[in-house]
């Protein structure tokens, strides 16, 4: 049975779960598109606080892509999974195959969500890393790797829903892990909503474009 009716119920209920960080203007809310993006909008709305995006793309087993084997980031950022690696036997020129795929369509995002504004700071900031959901956690990880990098001043995931063995992983990645709902079993992500459909790019660029006037 659902517990969300879409992202947006999601990003509202999620938002009541970090009110801590409320009208701060040290902390920005980053979302992984696409189906972040709905979600972490609730929030920053709710929270009063900035917006941006971070760009994560999963890299798929060849012949069955819904399985991560990895995931790439901004800033050359690259996070393996070992074990399905080792159990496919994925040489590394496959791998060096799909990321460079991947990569193509990471840069795409970024120009189309991006445009002429500048990345965001992350140095001393306190980032609230936004997704509608963990099920393999690979993106979430390579994205966590990847602002580990810049130096910001705490790193918090925060997801509507997740299953609590990935709720738990992450607990010893960052320093504060929020999950909404943990169900039991837990079989996907979008098993939690009653309205999954996919987020299309223009209603990224149009919740980023609203998102620019936060913090009010």
Do not use: W
Not at 39 to 64: H, T, Y
Not at 79 to 97: G, M, R
Not at 154 to 163: D, E, W
């Amino acid at each position: 049975m659902a517990i969300f009716k879409d992202r947006v119920d999601a990003g509202k209920r999620l938002a009541k779960e970090l009110l801590k960080y409320s009208n701060r203007p040290d902390v920005l809310i980053l979302a992984l598109p696409r189906g972040g993006v709905p979600v972490a909008f609730e929030v920053a709305k709710a929270l009063n606080v900035k917006m941006d995006v971070f760009i994560v793309r999963k890299l798929g087993v060849p012949g069955n892509e819904e399985l991560a084997m990895g995931a790439i980031a901004s800033d050359d950022i690259r996070v393996l999974n070992e074990d399905i690696v080792k159990y496919f036997q994925i040489q590394d020129s496959v791998i060096a195959t799909v990321a460079a795929n991947e990569l193509r369509e990471l840069e795409r995002r970024e120009h189309k969500y991006r445009g002429d504004h500048p990345k965001p700071n992350i140095n001393g900031m306190t980032v609230l890393l936004i997704d509608d959901g963990l099920a393999t956690g690979a993106t979430m990880h390579a994205a966590v790797e990847a602002l580990k990098t810049k130096n910001p001043a705490k790193l918090v995931v925060a997801v509507p829903t997740s299953s609590p063995d990935m709720c738990r992983f992450f607990e010893d990645k960052v320093d504060e892990v929020i999950c909404a709902a943990t169900p039991e079993p837990f079989y996907a992500v979008g098993a939690s909503y009653g309205d999954f459909s996919q987020t299309t790019d223009d209603e990224v660029c149009e919740l980023l474009r609203k998102a620019r006037n936060f913090p009010e």
